[in-house]
């Protein structure tokens, strides 16, 4: 199956670039009745199929824009918009023609670093939509959300543009800044957030061992699948496993997916070869089952948490997990993509990434645009929802602005009692920024300048970083108190 793509898209790019010597016809540069001789006089006899007649009318299209179009046009934006074209037809936001520069761009996020702001963005419904944005990157300090539509990129709107170009304008030289106008569920007006880039790292696997119930239960945090990240896993379960660990927590909360064959890595580890891994399902070979190599299972219990940025080989791995060996998911209902790309070299150092497959569940579930439901359902805290804030000018007193009422729910979530948190700046507000300030050394003033508001989002990130806050954590552990 695989082949026949490849051959199928050369053959395509061979005709797109070779026109005039395809069937031998050639055209006008005008929209004259074709001759039936070429130029020795000999007679032609061109093909009547519809395959042959649909290829006729590329050609002609090319020919009389190259040669009657008002202004010269270049071969290769032709080229690249009849391609672009083709797969725009298919209304599936996953496949995509990636140039010379955004096939680059691509790839290197496979990398073990770049520079950007470090967030999964992708297609839905003609929208830019944060998927995650990655542990501890900038994306994730401004305060990017999951499902975040992004509508303007430092002021220009990306409304028609696709992934990789908006991609593109966000990406930049660490240290440099851009501004990112969101629309926020839930948010009447639009957000702006300024990001700064940096180098983003590819560390995609974190571990701890937390003590619960006189039990040693570990936790691994995947936060994507990169090419390093089944060696890292393996190597740092490895290391929970000679702790004595007695239970483990797989956290795939955020992770926008990555690369299938290091998901099926890491599901190996666990999955013994009762039930498949996934089914794999082309349009000509129906389905393929992909087993696990281990014959064992594990010794101790295994957990999975989700939410709503677990996304594409994140489900992939829950799935199994559920469904392949009974661990139960806690969290939210995850992203719900459940299709897979490869990426076809075009021979110019451009390619295509084109869906190729449906990825389904060991039972054979689809989940694509469903997601997966979780077993235990867990919302966070109000904590986990709140929003950045953007200070153009100081907040002070009587002052009735939505990024007043964003700072009352920081000021509630910091235990300190706002009054209010509506939006309007009372004098009990006033009194719980004074506090605020005077408890983090801030000139106090009872007025939300940037210095405030910077100190406020970072005591919101060290108690949404301490997992006493964290419910889903902590359901997680708490069921392995009621397990053998």
């Known amino acids: 199956m695989r082949k026949s793509h490849v051959v199928i898209l050369l053959i395509c790019t061979m005709v797109l670039t070779s026109f005039g010597t395809y069937l031998g016809i050639q055209f006008t540069a005008n929209d004259e009745k074709l001759d039936d001789t070429n130029q020795e006089g000999t007679i032609f006899q061109p093909s009547t199929t519809s395959e042959d007649l649909d290829m006729a009318k590329i050609q002609k299209t090319y020919q009389l824009i190259k040669e009657s179009y008002v202004e010269e046009v270049e071969s290769k934006t032709l080229i690249e918009g009849a391609v672009e074209g083709m797969l725009a037809s298919l209304n599936d936001p996953y496949s995509v023609y990636m140039n010379e520069e955004k096939a680059a761009q691509f790839n290197s996020?496979?990398?073990?670093?770049?520079?950007?702001?470090?967030?999964?963005?992708?297609?839905?419904?003609?929208?830019?939509?944060?998927?995650?944005?990655?542990?501890?990157?900038?994306?994730?300090?401004?305060?990017?959300?999951?499902?975040?539509?992004?509508?303007?990129v430092d002021g220009e709107e990306v409304t028609g543009l696709d992934v990789y170009e908006v991609t593109l304008k966000i990406r930049g030289e660490k240290g440099t800044k851009v501004e990112l106008e969101i629309v926020r569920e839930g948010v009447s007006k639009p957000l702006t957030i300024e990001v700064v880039r940096d180098t983003i790292p590819i560390e995609t696997v974190f571990s701890n061992v937390f003590e619960s119930d006189d039990k040693k239960i570990g936790y691994i945090e995947i936060t994507s699948f990169s090419r390093e990240t089944s060696k890292d896993f393996t190597q740092q379960l490895a290391e929970l496993e000679e702790q004595g660990i007695e239970g483990l927590i797989i956290d795939v909360r955020g992770n926008p997916g990555g690369l299938l064959t290091s998901v099926e890595e890491i599901a190996g580890e666990f999955i013994s070869s009762?039930?498949?891994?996934?089914?794999?399902?082309?349009?000509d070979q129906g389905r393929e089952k992909i087993f696990s190599k281990t014959k064992k299972e594990k010794p101790y219990p295994v957990v999975v948490l989700t939410d709503k940025g677990s996304a594409s080989a994140s489900e992939i791995l829950a799935a199994a997990l559920k469904e392949a060996?009974?661990?139960?998911?806690?969290?939210?209902?995850?992203?719900?993509?459940?299709?897979?790309?490869q990426q076809v070299d075009l021979g110019d150092k451009s390619n295509i990434?084109?869906?190729?497959?449906?990825?389904?569940?060991?039972?054979?579930?689809?989940?694509?645009?469903?997601?997966?439901?979780?077993?235990?359902?867990?919302?966070?805290?109000?904590l986990y929802q709140l929003h950045p804030l953007q200070i153009d000018e100081s907040l002070h007193v009587d002052?009735?602005?939505?990024?007043v009422k964003y700072a009352q729910m920081i000021l509630k979530n910091l235990g300190l009692e706002p009054g209010r948190v509506d939006g309007y700046f009372s004098e009990t507000t006033e009194a719980a920024v004074k506090l605020f300030q005077e408890e983090n050394k801030l000139p106090v003033t009872g007025r939300i300048d940037g210095k405030t508001a910077e100190a406020m989002e970072e005591k919101i990130r060290e108690k949404q970083a301490d997992a006493k806050n964290d419910r889903q954590l902590q359901m997680a552990l708490k069921y392995f108190e009621y397990k053998d």
């Open 109 to 152: 996020s496979l990398d073990s670093s770049f520079q950007g702001i470090g967030a999964e963005v992708t297609e839905m419904d003609g929208k830019i939509i944060i998927v995650a944005p990655f542990k501890n990157s900038p994306a994730e300090k401004a305060g990017l959300k999951p499902y975040d539509e992004i509508i303007r």
């Open 353 to 382: 990434k084109l869906t190729m497959y449906k990825w389904l569940t060991p039972d054979g579930n689809w989940i694509h645009q469903k997601g997966i439901e979780p077993d235990i359902h867990v919302s966070q805290s109000e």
């Open 274 to 283: 009762k039930k498949p891994i996934l089914q794999i399902e082309n349009r």
């Open 325 to 341: 060996e009974g661990y139960p998911v806690i969290g939210e209902r995850t992203f719900g993509k459940g299709t897979v790309q």
């Open 399 to 403: 002052m009735n602005h939505e990024q």
